[in-house]
């Protein structure tokens, strides 16, 4: 199908993050051992969650979903992109392009709400303690993670089918390692600047809205740590919120860069730099983060591997 000087539903072609590699096998293998160890981390995180009884409560059930979301973001992008080195065929159709670009939209947006919402439940655990099983009930859960899935949703349903519509030239190679907004602007033949500002614009609300709401928790938070007496209830404190802070520092920082700074300020190999900080590390570092600096996730680790220790005991005996 033609549209003036571009075609519609042609394939691309992926140029990838191997491309300007001088041991593209070496940064595959290290890629593919990210990938293997953020699915099997999240996968854990999930499990853990799921079965230990100490660990249902609304922070970590909002954890959960925060793995769930890394789970699918990063296997939504990374799959294709290993395959394509391993094979050699870089190209992508048009619907494989869409359905990328509409996955990776609604899982990033879903991220953001809820990691600002995450910050409603720590700024109640501290400065509502006594209030925190209202505030936080379950059907109040339920909604927080409502509300961050049709975030998410609305923001891929609102772009995709916009951002795909425009007629693409002659070349469909994208310089990229997957369809993003902006490698794929790139390639159209009409002017997209109208549509850049809506998108910019779009963003800036959906980074401040939930920057809105983790600024004002923590100022609250940080005024009642502040005020507290007790050392250790200070301590507990500054641990609980500092893993979730550095998380948002990372992911915030990183779509900061690619969708608010004007493109003059960046170029197409630092934006696939900085793409692939956020698409790949950055699902692999959450579940780090929070169990490693978390006792109960610990504790509910070393729970699972004793009873599976002892059940392979019994077994054998």
């Known amino acids: 199908m033609e549209w003036g000087n571009g075609s519609l539903y042609a ?11 001088r041991a593209p096998w070496l940064l595959f293998a290290l890629i593919l051992l990210v990938f293997v160890a953020s699915i099997a981390s999240n996968a854990t995180m999930i499990l853990l969650i799921r079965v230990d009884p ?4 609304p922070m970590y059930f909002l954890l959960s979903q925060l793995s769930l979301m890394d789970l699918l973001y990063i296997s939504t992008i990374v799959p294709k992109m290993l395959l394509d080195q ?48 209202v505030l936080m009930s379950r059907r109040v859960c339920l909604l927080i993670v409502v509300a961050a899935w049709l975030g998410g949703s609305v923001d891929g ?5 916009v951002t795909m519509q425009f007629p693409f ?6 310089n990229h390692f997957f369809c993003e907004v902006p490698a794929l602007l790139k390639l159209s033949c009409r002017d997209t600047s109208a549509y850049e500002t809506a998108m910019y614009v ?26 507290m007496s007790e050392a250790e209830g200070r301590r507990k404190a500054v641990a609980t919120c ?21 493109h003059a300020y ?5 934006d696939k730099a900085v793409s692939a900080f956020y698409t790949i590390l950055t699902p692999v570092l959450n579940p780090l983060i929070y169990s490693l600096r978390n006792r109960d996730i610990t504790g509910a680790l070393q729970r699972a591997l004793g009873k599976c220790l002892s059940s392979g005991k019994v077994t054998t005996s």
């Open 266 to 270: 960046h170029t197409p190999e630092q």
């Open 242 to 262: 500092s893993s979730h802070m550095v998380v948002v520092s990372l992911f915030y920082g990183a779509a900061m860069y690619t969708y608010v700074l004007p």
């Open 54 to 57: 100490r660990l249902h409560t």
């Open 86 to 133: 391993a094979t050699g065929q870089r190209a992508i159709s048009f619907a494989g392009c869409t359905a990328q670009h509409f996955l990776y939209l609604t899982l990033a947006g879903a991220e953001f709400f809820l990691l600002g919402l995450m910050s409603y439940d720590r700024y109640v655990a501290i400065c509502n303690p006594l209030r925190y099983p």
């Open 169 to 174: 030239c002659a070349s469909r190679d994208i």
């Open 11 to 21: 394939d691309f072609v992926l140029l990838g993050l191997f491309s300007g590699s």
């Open 202 to 227: 779009c963003c800036i609300l959906m980074l401040l809205i939930p920057f809105s709401v983790i600024s004002a928790s923590y100022t609250r938070i940080l005024i009642a740590v502040y005020r």
């Open 157 to 161: 349903f609102l772009l995709t089918p």
